[in-house]
């Protein structure tokens, strides 16, 4: 290296400067493995479903819990369509935005892979990377909030009619 660097002179200004870009570049990758890696756990550690689409429907990404709720492995949900498992959901970006659409939570009946439905809160937005449109679904199992709210609603129509009897005996 001695006798490289002395034969050229100003290499060692121009070596300095490429060792800096090398460090910056390890740098920078490795801080993009960390983020990857903290949005990975993030995302395979939510209790909520969440799934992506790709603009012809077909999932392309589900975490644990989109596996649980829709009775299905993961990796099985891959390629095919969200239609399976949320009959009702359309995928239709008709604000033409780049900056993507972002629909209010609603809710919808999901289809689990033995058949079955479930009631479900859904969160839809949908962006543009890279000239490609995806969509990201978050999905709530909502059944224990509708048996909640059906036993609140037994309950008051118990009590309009044990009210109604006692003003009758009154």
């Given at each position: 290296v001695r006798e490289y660097v002395e034969k050229k002179p100003?290499?060692?200004?121009?070596?300095?400067a490429v060792v800096q870009r090398v460090l910056e570049r390890a740098n920078l990758e490795?801080?993009?493995?960390?983020?990857r890696t903290r949005l990975?756990?993030?995302?395979?550690s939510a209790r909520d479903a969440i799934v992506t689409s790709n603009t012809n429907g077909q999932i392309t990404l589900a975490n644990h819990?989109?596996?649980?709720?829709?009775g299905a492995p993961a990796n099985a949900t891959l390629g095919k369509p969200i239609s399976d498992f949320l009959p009702g959901l359309r995928l239709a970006n008709s604000h033409g935005s780049r900056s993507g659409v972002h629909l209010d939570p609603f809710?919808?009946?999901g289809r689990?892979?033995?058949?079955?439905?479930?009631?479900?809160?859904?969160?839809?937005?949908?962006?543009?990377?890279?000239?490609?449109?995806?969509?990201?679904i978050i999905a709530r199992d909502i059944s224990a909030r509708k048996q909640a709210e059906a036993d609140l609603r037994a309950t008051n129509e118990a009590?309009?009619?044990?009210?109604?009897?006692l003003q009758q005996f009154a």
């Amino acid at each position: 290296v001695r006798e490289y660097v002395e034969k050229k002179p100003g290499f060692e200004r121009q070596l300095s400067a490429v060792v800096q870009r090398v460090l910056e570049r390890a740098n920078l990758e490795r801080e993009l493995m960390e983020s990857r890696t903290r949005l990975a756990s993030i995302i395979s550690s939510a209790r909520d479903a969440i799934v992506t689409s790709n603009t012809n429907g077909q999932i392309t990404l589900a975490n644990h819990a989109a596996a649980r709720l829709f009775g299905a492995p993961a990796n099985a949900t891959l390629g095919k369509p969200i239609s399976d498992f949320l009959p009702g959901l359309r995928l239709a970006n008709s604000h033409g935005s780049r900056s993507g659409v972002h629909l209010d939570p609603f809710e919808m009946e999901g289809r689990k892979q033995d058949g079955s439905v479930c009631p479900l809160e859904v969160s839809v937005s949908s962006d543009e990377i890279a000239g490609e449109r995806f969509y990201t679904i978050i999905a709530r199992d909502i059944s224990a909030r509708k048996q909640a709210e059906a036993d609140l609603r037994a309950t008051n129509e118990a009590l309009a009619r044990a009210n109604d009897d006692l003003q009758q005996f009154a």
